[in-house]
Every structure is written in C-alpha cells, then in structure tokens.
C-alpha cells in the first residue's frame, strides 16, 4: 500500500524505519505506522469526525466501540484546534519523559 517515497520519507539518517503517528501535513492523512487514513477536506468535517470519536471512546465500555477511540478523537481535533494541540503536546512530552530509561 507504501510505495517508495513513503517508505524513505519514514525512514531517518540510519536508514531505519521511524514510527510515525499523527496527520500527515503534506497529504492531510491520518498516519499509524503504515497504515494510512484519508481525511475529509472541510473542517467541519474533520471537527466532526473527531468529536464523534471522543464520544465513541466515552462509550468504550460497550461492545464495538472502545476506548482506543478516545486518543485518536484527539488527533484529528488537534489539526484543527490550537488548543487540543497544546494538550496533544503536552502529553506527548509527559509519556516520552515517563517512558525514558532512568540513567
């Protein structure tokens, strides 16, 4: 489904494969590692589609939906919400931090 191109552009100085997740900002697509999402081009869309996530995540508990929701309701409102940007970041920085090996 990757051609070339997308398999370079993951791939840092070593030539290893980096973990991308996140929007991409050249083709506006949602990216998990290799899989790749398309987005709807209006904003309200979008705002829509990540709105219906986060309530599809609160309603984790019943059969189908799940909590996995909740997270990337938050990616698609942080392409489009300075605010929910800034929380994204954040918490990217806190799990990173939590993450790292004590030296």
């Not at 191109?5 to 494969?17: C, V, Y």
């Not at 790749?36 to 939906?65: H, N, T």
């Amino acid at each position: 489904m990757t051609d070339q191109s997308e398999t370079t552009a993951n791939a840092d100085r070593n030539g290893r494969k980096t973990r991308r997740f996140g929007i991409d900002p050249s083709t506006r697509e949602l990216v998990f590692g290799s899989v790749r999402i398309p987005l709807p081009r209006s904003r309200l869309a979008r705002v829509g589609v990540g709105v219906a996530l986060i309530f599809g995540g609160l309603l984790g508990f019943l059969p189908v939906l799940g909590f996995w929701m909740l997270p990337l309701g938050f990616i698609v409102l942080s392409h489009d919400m300075p605010m929910v940007r800034r929380w994204r970041r954040r918490f990217a920085v806190w799990w990173t931090r939590k993450r790292r090996p004590a030296n």
